[in-house]
């Protein structure tokens, strides 16, 4: 035989596409820590994952940590003397004030599935958390009048307290905050209407 | 190799739309044409189409390595110089390839020769895959045709077959212009048979791709590290984000060395290379001093698609010429091979048959038939389906 087997459809068609779409995400395991000795005494992970991911955590910290131009609106959202000056400085070379981390969360490796509670592997030394994991190991915050929840740099609770929890990868994904251009490709679109042959 | 009347399917334009086929009319003109179908004899398909297509896709390939080395070739080309060493790359990290179709003419007797390659964006690929296939599922299951016919069409098993083997990047993101519902409908039938081989698809139109550092990011910031564009290459490297091509580290279906063979002035390079190939014809690039163009010869555009900015002079001085926007790059001159002429008798009209044959990987993989009043194929040229009957 010529031809194919089969020839089937499964995103196409308008029904699967719904559900595709409407269906929503899975929630996925992570888990919070204050910090690395804490994470190693939950006996959860391994000394060294500890350690990697605080370090994964601390490294995106001030690139995706809310930013003041002056220190007071910066503990008026977060606390007296719970601000610390960022690295980066406005373009007149004032400071740049951000929330100390609280504490940070990481995520669960996708391909070691399961409960939490289970293993986790080595992250990626820096940037938006661990390669596979789909919860992105990142740093977590306090605000002021709320000590007791740690939320993601983009104001997102995500715990009450330490230890394994669940939720949708697409509520904490970290925003680095770096200049996006867009619209750099497509730009020949409007002179000529077909692109395929 | 025959063109067949047949009564069309009484739903199938219900059943196009049900499952994205959103263009089968274009402008109120059929794009897709169940009137008539074409039949080919087994050895037709296998001697005449199915074996010089592996032949014609090998000796392209044995081109490309050559071809990356040569300031001469790479300058014939229009290849900008900035993309060489990119190119050069790309061909020896052997970053994979998924497909590209060839044009051919071929009248059911003696060797098909080629037209052009299309090895960067090929459309109608739903239409071959997909719906073609299905139509003669249809008509078996009607009477309408013998359970022993068949179909020179292993596209979809041999795309799906691809994405499990590539090892893409994950996430694998697809992109094409926003606007355009034809690419767009390629490009979802393209994520479909991605989706069924486990590859994590993500669609983003080409206008909102971004740019951090020099990286590529969807709409959320988060790195695009493998993405299939329905874009040409001799675009991209022509915008704004030209330069983050290079620098980034995303890999690019189809890869930039491809960038050289959906180029018109390969058809020049093979023809030098394998001269009175009985697949090809003479075709060379046109330099300043190259004469007017004479009877029997067709002048295309390097870069240009469906057909646009093609003049042809027939063997008895009649020209025609297609309009379009590609006129800002060079020209390769073809001999004429015109294209076979059949009855169209649900329209009472002479039509032209040109043939598209398919290739995925390396491997050949099924044919499309375009059919036009004219000699020159554009994108408004009616789709028609085939089947293999002896």
Redesign the interface.
């Known amino acids: ?14 029904v699967a596409t719904l559900l595709l779409a409407g269906c929503g995400e899975e929630r996925e395991q992570a888990m919070v820590f204050t910090d690395p000795s804490e994470c190693s005494a939950a006996a959860l992970n391994s000394a060294a994952q500890c350690e990697a991911d605080y370090v994964a955590a601390q490294t995106l910290h001030p690139q995706v940590a809310p930013k003041y131009l002056n220190k007071e609106e910066c503990e008026t959202d977060f606390g007296a003397g719970q601000c610390e000056t960022a690295p980066q400085q406005t373009t007149s070379g004032g400071s740049v004030f951000m929330p100390m981390m609280m504490g940070y969360m990481m995520g669960q490796m996708l391909n070691r599935g399961g409960a939490a509670g289970g293993n986790f592997q080595q992250p990626a030394a820096a940037g ?1 958390g661990a390669a596979g994991s789909k919860i992105p190991t990142q740093p977590l915050y306090k605000s002021r009048d709320d000590r007791g929840t740690f939320r993601t740099a983009t104001n997102t609770p995500v715990a009450g307290g330490i230890g394994p929890i669940s939720l949708k990868p ?1 509520q904490v ?1 970290p ?2 905050g ?12 409007a ?7 | 190799m025959k063109r067949i009347s047949v009564a069309e399917r009484a739903n199938w334009r219900a059943y196009a739309e ?3 086929f959103n263009f089968h009319t274009f402008d109120g003109e059929p794009y897709w044409d169940e009137t008539a179908y074409y039949q080919f004899s ?1 050895q037709q ?1 296998e001697e005449d189409l199915e074996a010089p297509t592996e032949e014609l896709h090998q000796m392209t390939m044995d081109m490309v390595g050559d071809i990356t080395r040569s300031e001469e070739m790479l300058t014939q080309l229009n290849i900008p110089r900035d993309f060489w060493s990119y190119i050069w790359n790309s061909w020896n990290k052997g970053e994979p390839h998924l497909y590209g ?1 060839f044009d051919l003419v071929y009248d059911g007797t003696g060797p098909a020769k080629l037209l052009e390659l ?1 090895y ?5 690929l739903f239409e071959t ?2 719906f073609q ?2 139509w ?1 599922e249809d008509q078996i299951k009607n009477g309408v045709l013998p359970e022993r016919a ?9 795309i799906e077959q691809a994405f499990a083997q590539l090892k893409l990047p994950q996430p694998f993101y697809f ?6 519902i ?2 767009r409908g ?1 490009v ?2 393209l ?2 048979m991605a ?2 081989a486990g590859v994590d ?1 993500r669609y983003i139109a ?8 020099e990286q590529f ?1 969807d709409l ?3 790195a695009i590290k493998g993405l299939f564009k ?3 290459w001799e ?2 490297v ?4 030209a330069r ?1 091509i290079t620098a980034a580290n995303t890999q690019m279906l189809e890869p930039a060395w491809k960038m050289l063979l ?1 180029n018109k002035g390969i058809l020049s390079l093979l023809w030098n290379r394998y001269p009175n190939h009985p697949n090809l014809l003479p075709a060379f690039f046109e330099t300043a001093t190259s004469e007017p163009l004479g009877a029997g010869w067709v002048r295309k555009p390097l870069f240009s ?2 057909g ?1 900015n093609v003049d042809l002079i027939t063997s008895s001085g009649e020209k025609i010429s297609a309009p379009g ?2 006129t800002d790059g060079g020209y390769v001159r073809q001999a004429l091979h015109a294209l076979p002429k059949y009855r169209d008798e649900y329209r009472n009209a002479d039509t032209y048959a040109m043939l598209g044959s398919w290739v995925v990987g390396d491997s050949a993989a ?1 044919i499309c038939i375009r059919e036009d009043e004219s000699l020159i194929t554009k ?1 408004t040229s009616r789709f028609l389906p085939h089947i ?1 009957l002896d």
Do not use: C
């Not at chain 1, 002179?191 to 042959?197: E, I, P, T, V």
């Not at chain 2, 068949?150 to 041999?158: I, R, Y």
């Not at chain 2, 080409?206 to 550092?213: A, H, S």
């Not at chain 2, 022509?238 to 984000?241: I, T, V, W, Y």
């Open positions: 035989m010529k031809r194919s087997k089969k020839a089937a459809l499964v995103l196409m068609v308008p938006a697409s994904k925003q680095v770096q200049v996006v251009r867009r619209g750099g490709f497509g730009q020949q679109a002179a000529r209407n077909s692109f395929g042959g | 049900e499952v994205g087994l398909i179709r299309n960067d964006t090929p459309t109608s895959g997909f296939w299905v003669l068949d179909q020179f069409n292993s596209l979809h098993d041999k992109t094409s212009v926003r606007d355009n034809e690419d390629t979802n039938y994520m479909d989706a069924q698809v080409l206008e909102d791709i971004g740019e951090v550092g990011v959320d910031n988060q329905l874009y040409p675009f991209m022509q915008e704004d984000f983050t959906s698609r469906e646009a926007p590609y099924g994108d293999i």
